[in-house]
């Protein structure tokens, strides 16, 4: 059996130009669709949106590999670091933190060539104990032994990939930094494709490759936008599909060089990955137009009704009383009470049908103020 990176022609990627036509159309399209509907948002909602498209990226590519992360920590974690206000801030372990620091160099400095040394760094901080699990592994180095994928027990094993013999792995990586930092002819996101498929196929890391990989994709992705804003979670697409990206993975790098099967499936992938936060952005742009009908009427409100405005806006669980109001922000029941009578005053919310004692609250969308 042998690989792509052993054929002579390695890593003269080819592919055909006609069959990705329609594939890169659809994700232009979405692409545009999508950037166009945040970019017309109040700012704090775009930050919003980016810190739970992070959030999910992080959370899923871990998951990807069944590392399970906690999703509080996580966001937690990237807020701190956006500076957007969360409603609890949930402390993060130094694993959650490498993760984090990870993406958020990946997204924010994509601009920035990729070197040996920022991807060392990026794998000391997937592993800053030093350890996967309970083995020793080397952290910011390239790897020294072989590496096989395979599954099955021992004795009936089945070898699904061997990477490139530990002695190559500095050459390749070295021709790997020099493609990737080259400004090149075709489309950027046949290169983000690609870039993926190479990286995974080096292997260059004992443990963490595939993390490495997709923290790659996003960086090319925020490239192509030219923003350090994310709107979507290509990982949690891959998640979803996991068997198949593994088996697609695994018989492009046992064919040759012509890898378009590869792309028409990373492209359909990402695809729907968009498509997915299109559907999803609905919410926000009513969460959008509610804070829009509040500016262009004049009406203030104060730091902490528009967290109360949000809670409800994100869809509060239960009903919405004053005691609730004050036990969240742990505030006297009278100034709760001011909180709220206020927003009614101001036609934002509305006291529901019912008993008066413990009455509870609701939007009032179609206030004659907003």
Not at 243 to 264: C, F, M, P
Not at 284 to 304: H, M, Y
Request: hydrophobic share 40%; net charge neutral.
């Amino acid at each position: 059996m042998s690989y792509i990176h052993e054929l002579e022609e390695w890593p003269h990627f080819k592919w055909q130009t006609e069959a990705l036509a329609e594939p890169l159309a659809n994700v232009r399209y979405q692409q545009g669709l999508l950037i166009g509907k945040m970019r017309s948002l109040w700012f704090p909602l775009q930050m919003q949106a980016t810190l739970d498209a992070m959030t999910e990226e992080t959370i899923k590519s871990s998951a990807i590999e069944g590392e399970i992360l906690n999703p509080e920590s996580v966001r937690s974690s990237f807020a701190r670091r956006l500076g957007v206000p969360i409603p609890k801030f949930t402390p993060a372990d130094q694993y959650v933190e490498g993760v984090v620091q990870v993406m958020m160099d990946a997204i924010q400095n994509y601009s920035n060539p990729l070197t040996g040394e920022r991807l060392f760094s990026w794998h000391a901080a997937l592993f800053p104990t030093g350890y996967s699990e309970l083995r020793k592994i080397s952290t910011g180095a390239w790897r020294e032994g072989k590496m096989e994928v395979v599954s099955g027990r021992a004795g009936n094993e089945k070898v699904h990939f061997k990477a490139p013999a530990a002695e190559r792995v500095k050459h390749e990586m070295k021709v790997f930094l020099s493609w990737f930092n080259r400004a090149d002819q075709f489309p950027s996101l046949i290169k983000t494709g690609l870039a993926h498929l190479y990286f995974v196929t080096i292997h260059p890391f004992e443990d963490g490759n595939g993390r490495i990989a997709r923290a790659i994709t996003e960086l090319c992705l925020a490239k192509l936008e030219n923003s350090a804003q994310r709107f979507y979670s290509m990982s949690s697409e891959i998640r979803d599909e996991r068997k198949e990206y593994y088996g697609i993975l695994e018989s492009t790098q046992k064919s040759e060089l012509d890898v378009t099967e590869w792309l028409t499936w990373f492209l359909r992938c990402l695809r729907r990955a968009i498509e997915k936060a299109n559907e999803l952005t609905e919410a926000v742009l009513e969460k959008n137009a509610f804070w829009r009908r509040l500016t262009e009427g004049s009406i203030e409100v104060t730091e902490r009704q528009q967290e109360l405005i949000n809670r409800l806006l994100d869809g509060f669980e239960g009903k919405f009383t004053t005691e609730k109001w004050a036990k969240i922000k742990k505030i006297s029941h009278d100034s709760a009470l001011r909180d709220i009578q206020s927003l009614i005053e101001k036609g934002i919310l509305k006291q529901d049908a019912g008993r008066t004692k413990g009455a509870a609250y609701s939007l009032a969308l179609e206030g004659k103020s907003i």
